[in-house]
């Protein structure tokens, strides 16, 4: 069984900077694609960011391409979310995410984290 728990979030204000943790658990982890999502108040959760299972290939949603950076550490089996220039508008409960590949389809991920909660105050 994958796990997944992310760790990081809390409350910032705009413009400050924030790095979400995400450890998964089980011997293959270097195996998944993986995948940051977030659902912010009252929208539909929203891709972010995904890394290929080397981690030599990285997407990013419009809205984050150039301040958010996805990272993988294979031997540590977590992946990170460094988010810079934070902004009101990235408040949002980030979850990750674990597939066969990196892509932005919430529904080709069959595993997910619990998720947590970013808060960037203006």
């Known amino acids: 069984q994958v796990q997944l728990v992310e760790s990081g979030g809390g409350l910032v204000q705009a413009g400050d900077s924030l790095t979400l943790s995400c450890a998964v658990s089980g011997r293959t982890f270097s195996r998944y694609g993986m995948g940051w999502f977030r659902r912010a108040p009252g929208k539909e959760r929203e891709f972010v960011a995904a890394i290929s299972t080397s981690g030599l290939s990285t997407s990013y949603a419009d809205s984050v391409k150039g301040r958010f950076a996805i990272s993988r550490d294979n031997a540590k089996n977590t992946v990170y979310l460094q988010m810079n220039t934070l902004k009101p508008e990235d408040t949002a409960v980030y979850y990750c995410?674990?597939?066969?590949?990196?892509?932005?389809?919430?529904?080709?991920?069959?595993?997910w984290g619990q998720g947590t909660q970013v808060t960037v105050s203006s």
């Open positions: 995410a674990a597939g066969p590949l990196a892509l932005s389809t919430d529904s080709l991920y069959a595993h």
